[in-house]
């Protein structure tokens, strides 16, 4: 079935470092993938998506390239700051069903 | 910000006792969507709507059950509360099922069963 697997969490980096955050995918079509964001105490939010192979979405310094020939996701961004400490979600779309298929989500924490 | 507002934000309630939670979209979006999220589980869909008085079940949808007589109002029933069922509740709308339309989410409901 349809699944996204997610980096285990919880990552702790230095504001200014870089940050990686792991996702690959199963899935039969053209799925979309997204990432999403949820900052303490809040809901999900929509970071980037992307929505075919070789797509690239971009967000507030965020990016993430869709590789159909790895079934990868990952979001990268080249320099975080405080303000970026969340928990950030991967997910999919698929062209058959109703449904979204979340990661388990990843929790940063950037300290100054 | 889509127009999503689920209540009550915080629930306090007893094992055995029944729990209804509303969400309610100004949006117009056909599609409502009942999450539970939990540590090292990330979000699971209970249930969902794709119209009013059309629901499924999602993946946990065990000892939930969910009405949409209105567009606008999606409720997550609990029938008979359970420890188990102490989480954090997030509805979600999307307007359409291509895989292209994300969802968006509000701002949850944490629910804690004594």
């Given at each position: 079935g349809d699944s996204v697997t997610q980096m285990e969490g919880p990552v702790t980096l230095s504001e200014e470092a870089f940050l990686t955050i792991n996702c690959t995918y199963t899935a039969t079509g053209y799925p979309s993938l997204f990432w999403y964001v949820q900052y303490p105490g809040e809901g999900l939010q929509l970071l980037l998506k992307a929505t075919k192979a070789d797509d690239k979405g971009s967000n507030k310094g965020f990016e993430a390239t869709y590789r159909k020939e790895t079934t990868s996701f990952h979001l990268e961004k080249g320099s975080v700051q405080v303000s970026d400490s969340a928990v950030y979600f991967c997910a999919l779309g698929t062209s058959t069903g109703n449904q979204f298929y979340f990661g388990t989500g990843t929790s940063l924490t950037v300290i100054p | 910000d889509a127009g999503i507002t689920q209540s009550p934000r915080h629930k306090v309630t007893e094992t055995g006792t029944p729990v209804t939670l509303r969400c309610h979209q100004t949006?117009?979006?056909?599609y409502m969507y009942w999450y539970r999220q939990d540590p090292g589980h990330g979000l699971r869909l209970i249930h969902y709507s794709y119209g009013v008085k059309d629901t499924d079940k999602g993946?946990?949808?065990?000892g939930y059950s969910v009405s949409r007589s209105k567009t606008e109002d999606f409720l997550l029933t609990l029938e008979s509360a359970t420890s188990s069922q102490t989480s954090v509740y997030f509805c979600a709308i999307r307007d359409?099922?291509?895989?292209n339309t994300e969802a968006f989410f509000g701002q949850g409901t944490r629910l804690t069963v004594v």
């Open positions: - | 949006e117009n979006h056909r993946e946990v949808s065990d359409r099922v291509d895989q």
